[in-house]
């Protein structure tokens, strides 16, 4: 980790184009380092989500990829990783356990910066950075996390935070001349207010608010269902699609084995119709209805009930009885129910 | 279309035989600036690479993509809900 008399020093930072990553990067920038962003996709994003809900006449650039406009700005090439299959795999059993909601937020930082090490060494690169600060976040940004986060990448000493190095030991780039610790910050805590004076310096306005705020496993509902999922299967079993369907509609636990999901719109019908695969299917037929997709293999009187489900959500909800037809591949069952009553909803709702 | 400028260029991306072509419809950003990448990667300076998304977003996100490689954006445009997208690969890819 040397680097040739003459070449310059070269950092690979995470870079989600929130305020902080973009701002340890211009701190690098400024000492006329090289600096490479890595953007990681995890498929838990909820901007990438309204992407795939979005209507044909919404605004693009309302979900334009913030690491990528990040790197536009800075002028520095972002790579955008797919986190795939490993970062599912994880979040579904993180070995440091979960935040308040289905956050891995220790786990998801080791991936990625072990990620940027992997990348470091595959194109070159001398150290790796962070927009880590000190005290920001109580799970992943308290000292302790920071230091084992550290070790367990494998990249010890040569772990940058350049918005909070002041408060932590040198690292190797500091201690080799790299990079001059004086010019690095001395930021800690959840105050924004450093980073919003530096975002004006340094004319950096168009980013998105607040940090943290964009990822699904950081979100109550999401948790919610995440968990019911990870309780009711075995984790190990549980793919990628499912988990793309815990952010759609409605979704209901109506047995130990058997979850359904009830679209709220239009664009949900759309987008569940697309994950319909060998699931049951119900709807009324010619009105205003909800497709609802079934997880699990329900018997006859669980049928009716998610008939009964269907119906309630359907535009004859103040009809008596309503005919729904469910099918699956070539079957098709059509089931006349009385619409659930909503007070019998909510002891199954997730 | 929401004033969306698609200068550089507006090219026919016809014009110019393609030198490479990735299909990412049915997919959604950032996945075919994820395909871009890997297809560029494997790609010659001066050689362009042609991406059909119907995905509008990428409008956005290739250009900036773009912008921080320093490839050149040739422009896009619109056949049946698919977009074609022309990027041709810069000699250097990195500051």
New interface residues.
């Given amino acids: 980790m040397t680097p040739d008399p003459g070449r310059r020093i070269r950092a690979i930072g995470l870079i989600s184009g929130g305020l902080d990553s973009t701002l340890a990067a211009r701190v690098l920038l400024e000492q006329g380092i090289?600096?490479?962003?890595l953007?990681f996709?995890t498929g838990f994003c909820m901007n990438?989500h309204r992407?795939?809900l979005?209507r044909p006449d919404e605004?693009?650039?309302r979900?334009?990829?913030e690491?990528?406009?990040a790197?536009?700005d800075?002028?520095?090439?972002?790579?955008?990783?797919?986190a795939g299959e490993a970062y599912l795999r994880m979040v579904l059993k993180p070995k440091h356990g979960y935040g308040r909601f289905a956050n891995p937020c220790i786990d998801c930082r080791i991936f990625m910066i072990h990620g940027a090490a992997d990348y470091m060494r595959e194109h070159g690169g001398d150290f790796v950075f962070t927009g880590e600060v000190l005290g920001q976040r109580p799970m992943s940004q308290h000292m302790q996390a920071l230091r084992m986060i550290e070790r367990e990448c494998g990249i010890e000493g040569f772990l940058l935070r350049p918005l909070s190095a002041q408060h932590l030991p040198e690292s190797e780039p500091e201690k080799r001349g790299w990079v001059d610790r004086e010019r690095l910050l001395g930021i800690s805590g959840r105050s924004r207010k450093e980073q919003m004076a530096l975002s004006e310096r340094w004319g950096l306005s168009d980013f998105p608010q607040p940090s943290g705020g964009c990822c699904f496993l950081a979100d109550e509902n999401f948790a919610r269902r995440f968990h019911d999922k990870r309780t009711h299967d075995a984790p190990e079993s549980i793919r990628k699609e499912e988990m793309i369907l815990l952010k759609v509609g409605r979704h209901f636990r109506i047995a130990p084995g058997v979850k359904i999901i009830v679209a709220r719109d239009a664009s949900e019908n759309e987008f569940l119709a697309r994950y319909e695969g060998a699931r049951w299917r119900f709807e009324v037929l010619d009105c205003g209805s909800p497709i609802t997709l079934v997880e699990g293999e329900p018997d006859d009187e669980t049928r009716r009930l998610i008939a009964s489900i269907t119906a309630r959500y359907s535009d004859r909800r103040a009809e008596p009885l309503v005919e729904v037809t469910a099918r699956r591949g070539p079957l098709e069952e059509r089931l006349t129910v009385p619409p659930v009553a909503d007070a019998a909803l909510e002891a199954w709702r997730l | 279309m929401h004033g969306l400028d698609l200068s550089p260029g507006a090219v026919s991306p016809d014009t110019e035989r393609a030198d490479r072509v990735i299909d990412t419809t049915g997919l959604y950003c950032p996945v075919p600036i994820v395909r871009t990448g890997e297809a560029i990667r494997g790609m010659r300076t001066g050689e362009r690479l042609e991406i059909l998304s119907d995905d509008r977003v990428i409008l956005i996100d290739l250009p900036a993509w773009c912008r921080a490689h320093g490839h050149l954006y040739e422009g896009a445009r619109e056949e049946d809900g698919v977009w074609r997208l022309r990027v041709v690969k810069a000699e250097r890819t990195a500051r």
């Fill in positions: 090289d600096v490479v962003g953007h996709s990438d992407r795939a979005a605004d693009p650039r979900m334009r990829n690491g990528l406009r790197g536009a800075l002028g520095i090439p972002i790579e955008v990783l797919d």
